[in-house]
């Protein structure tokens, strides 16, 4: 499930899907407290998008922008994607496609206080995954304290987890 972030930090979740036949993504991104409570979670339709790294890459970028929207400043980032992770870590250094988005990504994490990249698995990451499934009814969509009833169940089992 999802583990709790030291006490002042918020979590930041994201996650991608990609369809490679249609060259096309969702992405999805929450933001969490240090007790677990939602501050800000937001889906976005990929139009286009050339592969999976960068559906990954625009998820974060998103993300970050959402952490900078809610006024963030010490930011655990978490995504299950080992690659997005371990270029984070490495400065943002990367080559193909997702290279300007991943340099974006950089920077933007540096106008924050601190912020941690941290791996995390599919199942600790199921909120950003149902928020970026969502966005294939719809176009970009941020929301702050409009949750959407099948987000509510998710978060609520999350912290259950983190409390039993």
């Known amino acids: 499930g ?50 999976v790294l960068t559906a990954e890459a625009l998820a974060l970028r998103f993300g970050l922008t959402l952490a900078q929207k809610a006024g963030c400043n010490r930011l655990i980032v978490n ?42 698995n599919r199942e600790a990451n199921k909120v950003a995954h149902e928020i970026a499934r969502l966005a294939n009814f719809s176009t970009t969509r941020d929301w702050f304290e409009e949750l959407m009833v099948g987000i509510v169940s998710l978060l609520i089992d999350d912290v259950t987890v983190i409390s039993n």
């Open 79 to 120: 995504s299950d994607n080992t690659e997005v992770i371990d270029m984070m870590k490495n400065g943002g250094q990367s080559a193909g496609a997702a290279t300007a988005v991943f340099d974006d990504c950089y920077f933007m994490a540096c106008e924050f206080t601190i912020t941690r990249f941290e791996h995390c």
């Open 2 to 51: 999802w583990l709790r972030p030291p006490m002042g930090f918020v979590k930041l979740n994201v996650d991608a899907s990609f369809d490679h036949d249609l060259l096309r993504g969702t992405a999805g991104a929450v933001l969490r407290d240090d007790k677990g409570r939602f501050i800000v979670g937001g889906s976005w339709r990929l139009d286009w998008c050339a592969d």
